[in-house]
């Protein structure tokens, strides 16, 4: 690999980090952890319906569900989400985003969305060279 190749990858591990940093100031600031807002955030974004099972939200989240159970119970007693036996297969739960969730969610994704279009450009994906 090049210099060159290592300043692209160098910058962009540096725009991820910066991002991230940003991302965790603006979720501590509505009183929440990151963890927290991901869950409300793969609740919302889970594709097709408003609501995930445990194990769906483990992978999301890349966690064992005995930390996603606790974490739902966390959300729950803040009243971001609740637990909803399943209509159509009773062993499962269904966890459901709340009215607090939604408003904590919502403004949160829209500083994510402002901050990522600001940083416009800078996540394409870097071309290393395979030359020396």
Same mark, same amino acid.
């Given at each position: 690999m090049?210099?060159?190749?290592?300043?692209?990858l160098s910058?962009?591990?540096? $725009?991820?980090r910066?991002?991230?940093?940003f991302?965790?100031?603006a979720?501590?600031a509505?009183?929440?952890?990151? +963890?927290?807002?991901?869950?409300?955030?793969? =609740?919302?974004?889970?594709?097709?319906r408003?609501?995930?099972?445990?194990?769906?939200i483990?992978?999301? =989240?890349?966690?064992?569900?005995?930390g996603?159970? @606790?974490?739902?119970?966390?959300?729950?007693?803040?009243?971001?989400?609740?637990?909803? $036996?399943?209509?159509q297969?009773?062993?499962?739960?269904?966890?459901?985003l709340?009215?607090?969730?939604?408003?904590?969610?919502?403004?949160? @994704?829209?500083?994510?969305?402002?901050? +990522?279009?600001?940083?416009?450009g800078?996540?394409?994906?870097?071309?290393?060279?395979?030359?020396?």
């Open positions: 090049k210099k060159e190749d290592f300043e692209v910058e962009f591990r540096y $725009q991820m910066r991002f991230e940093r991302s965790q100031d979720i501590q509505e009183g929440i952890t990151p +963890l927290q807002y991901l869950l409300l955030l793969h =609740l919302k974004g889970f594709k097709g408003e609501w995930a099972n445990v194990g769906e483990a992978t999301r =989240l890349q966690a064992k569900p005995h996603v159970v @606790a974490l739902i119970t966390r959300c729950e007693a803040l009243g971001m989400v609740t637990r909803v $036996q399943s209509k297969d009773r062993r499962q739960i269904e966890v459901h709340q009215d607090k969730g939604k408003q904590i969610l919502n403004r949160l @994704a829209a500083l994510h969305r402002a901050e +990522l279009a600001a940083l416009n800078v996540f394409t994906v870097p071309v290393i060279s395979t030359q020396d």
